[in-house]
């Protein structure tokens, strides 16, 4: 048992260090990642230092406690089948779009806003902040996510492909989030998909505003309860173009909103 924590801890270290360099060196080594940056504000050293010491602490802890999880069985697998695999992607992913955007509008309210408070030091993003949190927020996050997975595999298929089927898309989005580099092309947002999943924009807006944005991969939720920036689309296209903003308090107006952007009612 000890030694399948040490390995999987170790291979949980390798996979988030592995990660969050290849973001740092397509956001800030290549032509593209620095035309189209999001905001065109540097980061400074002092941040920069600030992340990686966060880092180093949380990233082999949050890796012990997965590995203590895959340890304890706390999820219990099912043969693999197409099937279970679907049903295991359409769970993590349905239940992670539910609980994180209400707890993540819950960790901006005054009570809890503390917990959340290490992540938000980064008002404009790099790959770095992706695992800047604090321990308390780790563990929470950890626990939320997991508790409704583990608590159906004892009644529903669960696979262990399904998980990395949705693990694995989830890391790189994450990274892709906190880049502040837009990936996509101007005219993503103007399409049925782009208006129901987010871009590294999308992510980038909340860090500076704070307030709005709470979603995970899609922004429905903040459709629905009113948290959705109305020049997010705006503001994708520029920096897709490469003409991203240059103050962390610039809005754009909506006055030229294309229709598409307001079908979603």
Not at 115 to 125: D, E, F, G, I, P
């Amino acid at each position: 048992m000890l030694l399948g924590i040490l390995f999987t801890t170790i291979l949980f270290i390798a996979r988030s260090a592995v990660a969050i360099t290849g973001g740092l060196l397509a956001s800030s080594k290549t032509q593209f990642g620095r035309a189209r940056r999001i905001y065109r504000i540097d980061i400074s050293e002092s941040q920069m230092w600030a992340e990686f010491s966060t880092i180093i602490k949380i990233i082999p802890f949050y890796s012990v406690m997965v590995a203590i999880g895959y340890a304890l069985n706390l999820i219990r697998y099912s043969d693999f089948s197409w099937s279970g695999t679907f049903l295991t992607f359409a769970i993590l992913f349905l239940w992670n779009e539910t609980w994180f955007y209400f707890f993540h509008r819950l960790e901006h309210t005054p009570k809890f806003i503390k917990l959340h408070a290490t992540h938000h030091r980064s008002k404009v993003t790099s790959p770095l902040t992706v695992s800047a949190f604090s321990f308390g927020e780790q563990t929470a996050h950890l626990l939320l996510a997991l508790s409704i997975p583990a608590l159906l595999s004892h009644f529903v298929p669960i696979t262990f492909a399904g998980v990395v089927v949705y693990s694995v898309p989830m890391i790189i989005f994450n990274i892709l989030g906190h880049m502040n580099v837009e990936v996509y092309p101007s005219w993503f947002t103007s399409t049925l998909i782009g208006q129901f999943f987010v871009t590294p924009t999308y992510h980038a807006l909340h860090h500076s505003r704070i307030k709005g944005h709470y979603g995970l991969l899609t922004t429905i939720p903040d459709r629905l309860f009113g948290s959705y920036f109305e020049d997010y689309y705006l503001v994708q296209s520029r920096a897709a173009s490469g003409n991203g903003l240059t103050s962390l308090s610039e809005r754009l107006s909506v006055a030229q909103a294309r229709l598409p952007q307001n079908s979603f009612s």
